[in-house]
Nanobody, 113 residues
């Protein structure tokens, strides 16, 4: 399984971004897809996950602002991020749970005026 995250960039506070995670390889073996982030000097933090039956779960810090979704035809998982705050600045990673845990390479999101 290979994961390719994209969509990061610079956005002003209050703005929105949509991150994408393109999945390739043994896609059918994946049970759960998730998004995490890691800010400078901090540990990697769980944000959201989506299961094969489209059940979702969110961290309290992003619930109501971030939405995880999937497009099975495109083998892509998205993270729609709204009402972004400076404290959302981090490198964002997607992961996939299969026979093992896989990570994408990360995409940088900077929220600043």
């Amino acid at each position: 399984v290979q994961l390719q995250a994209s969509g990061g960039g610079l956005v002003q506070p209050g703005g929105s971004l949509r991150l994408s995670c393109a999945v390739s390889g043994y896609v059918s073996t994946i049970n759960v897809m998730g998004w995490y982030r890691q800010a400078p000097g901090k540990q990697r933090e769980f944000l959201a996950q989506i299961t094969n039956d489209d059940s979702t779960n969110y961290a309290s810090s992003v619930e109501g602002r971030f939405t995880i979704s999937r497009d099975n035809a495109k083998n892509t998982v998205y993270l729609q991020m709204n009402s972004l705050k400076p404290e959302d600045t981090a490198v964002y990673y997607c992961n996939a749970v299969s026979v093992r845990l896989y990570w994408g390479q990360g995409t940088l999101v900077t929220v600043s005026s």
